[in-house]
């Protein structure tokens, strides 16, 4: 199903996320009609999480939690990086930049 009047790369990726298959491995990426006790991909639970990384409590800061979000999309973040997000200046320095965004956009994705 080419659609001819758009650029071959767009029309790639619209035949792509418009086939039967995407849609069929997003329903198994988040669990949609698994049999009971099927597991869907850790990655499904990135963003809920110990009740998500955008709660108004941690919003402003990398918590231990946000870090194995971030392992369940099989990102590895090195152990002293780890530490100095949860430890040390660079944690800080986000959680101050985080601090700087204005709340209706920071919470912008909440349902």
Request: glycine content about 10%; cysteine-free.
């Amino acid at each position: 199903m080419r659609t001819p009047d758009l650029p071959p790369l767009t029309s790639r990726l619209s035949n792509f996320i418009t086939s039967d298959q995407a849609s069929a491995d997003l329903r198994r990426y988040f669990g949609i009609g698994l049999q009971p006790g099927a597991m869907p991909y850790a990655g499904s639970r990135f963003e809920h999480l110990a009740g998500g990384g955008d709660r108004p409590a941690v919003a402003t800061a990398i918590t231990a939690e946000d870090l194995v979000a971030v392992q369940t999309l099989s990102v590895t973040v090195p152990a002293q990086a780890t530490l100095d997000l949860l430890e040390g200046g660079l944690g800080a320095q986000l959680s101050k930049l985080l601090s700087s965004i204005p709340d209706e956009k920071l919470y912008f994705f909440r349902s």
